[in-house]
């Protein structure tokens, strides 16, 4: 069973910066896909930011040129560098691996809990 963990959030001033990062345990072969994904109250799950195991990113147009995705592959781990964060950043942040348990299996998909995010003065 694979499992994320998330840390990282917290209460930050508008204009400020945070960072999270995400960490897999379990038993694995591969991480592909590792993916960042917000969800604010009241609204749907959004994607943040994705970066494939070449570390190719993309962003949602909302954060392009504000937040940064990175991965360390050693660790299994992803991180989210948010600068210039605006009130609307507030939400639920959570990570989204797409790896393999073995090499013949097919993909697993997994979230984390999340971890909150508040932008407010």
């Known amino acids: 069973q694979v499992r994320l963990v998330e840390s990282g959030g917290g209460l930050v001033q508008p204009g400020g910066s945070l960072r999270l990062s995400c960490a897999a345990s379990g038993s694995f072969v591969s991480i592909d896909t590792m993916a960042w994904y917000r969800q604010a109250p009241e609204k749907q799950r959004e994607l943040v930011a994705t970066?494939?195991?070449?570390?190719?990113?993309n962003y949602a147009d909302s954060v392009k040129g504000r937040f940064t995705i990175s991965r360390d592959n050693a660790k299994y781990t992803v991180y989210l560098q948010m600068n210039s964060l605006k009130p609307e950043d507030t939400a639920v942040y959570f990570c989204?691996?797409?790896?393999?348990?073995?090499?013949?299996?097919?993909?697993?998909?997994?979230w984390g809990r999340g971890t909150q995010v508040t932008v407010s003065s």
């Open positions: 989204y691996y797409v790896g393999k348990t073995t090499i013949w299996a097919s993909p697993f998909h997994v």
């Open positions: 970066i494939t195991s070449g570390s190719v990113a």
